[in-house]
Structures are given as C-alpha cells and as structure tokens.
C-alpha cells in the first residue's frame, strides 16, 4: 500500500488541523498522543512521508532515532516517569491506526497499568501542560 497524504498526521503537519506541539524542526514534529496511554504519551512523527517503518527510507528513520531518544529522556524527566515503552506499529493487524510513520514515547509509573491504545481523549488544558513540560525539558 501506498502513502495517503489525507491522513491526520499529515493534516497536523500541513497545519491543517491542530496539535498540542512539544517540539518541531524541518525533518520531524513532536506532539502530545490526545488518546492517551499514560501521562505524557508523546508521538514522534518524522515528516518525510511513509506509512510506517516498513516503507521508509533508511536515512530518515536514522536521523529521526537521536530525536526519539532525546524526547525519551525529556518525558522521563518532564513526567517522573519510572520507564519508558517505545512503541511503533505496522499496518491495522498490528495495532496502526494513523498511516504516517511515528514513534509512540509512553512513559510507565511503577503500579499503573497503561490504558489501551488510542482509547480516551485527554484533556486539553492538561496536554498542553504536559507539552510545556517537556519541550522545557528537551
Ligand atoms: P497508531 O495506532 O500507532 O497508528 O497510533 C496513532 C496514535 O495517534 C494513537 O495513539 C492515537 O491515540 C493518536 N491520535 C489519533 N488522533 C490524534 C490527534 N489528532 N492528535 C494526536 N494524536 C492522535
């Protein structure tokens, strides 16, 4: 299959519709998950398009791999977290629900359990806190 530009992550990267944005630079956005896991959910979304690991081009997926990491460390220090689970999914029988490559930055606090994938939506005023939060910690 190939990339679908209607996507909704590359109507957040055109602008098109909004985001709560922790981070952005010419080659990848960084952004709150609005359904998600855990406090801080992060995405980490390289703009060169593909719809996942599976088509993209190797560069991009190694340039974007020192950015995943610094956010990481950002959400882990931002959130308190006790760990952190880096996700990413392969077409619909996997898990993908949005077809433009991200990495899923889920922080962990020892004793709660994650809440499912792209379950509730969280609260605005909170998921612009927390992108503060880390984008400060960045
Ligand atoms: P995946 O299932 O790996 O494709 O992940 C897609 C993620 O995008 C899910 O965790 C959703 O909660 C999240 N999501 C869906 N719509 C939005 C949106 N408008 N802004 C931010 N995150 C979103």
């Known amino acids: 299959m190939s990339y679908d530009p209607s996507n909704i992550f590359g109507k957040i990267l055109r602008s098109e519709i909004p985001a709560h944005k922790v981070y952005e630079d010419d080659s ?15 995405l980490v979304v390289p703009k060169a398009p593909s719809r996942n690991l599976l088509d993209a081009d190797p560069a991009a997926l ?11 460390n950002a959400v882990k220090r931002a959130t308190n977290a006790d760990g952190i689970r880096l996700a990413q999914f392969n077409e619909a029988p996997a898990g993908q629900t949005v077809f433009h490559l991200h990495f899923h930055v889920i922080p962990v606090y020892e004793g709660t359990p994650l809440a499912a994938h792209a379950g509730g939506k969280a609260d605005d005023a909170e998921l612009a806190s927390l992108a503060k939060a880390i984008s400060e910690a960045l």
């Open 28 to 42: 990848a956005l960084v952004m709150m998950d609005i359904f998600p896991q855990s406090r801080g959910h992060t």
């Open 62 to 72: 190694a340039a974007v791999m020192p950015l995943v990491q610094k956010v990481a």
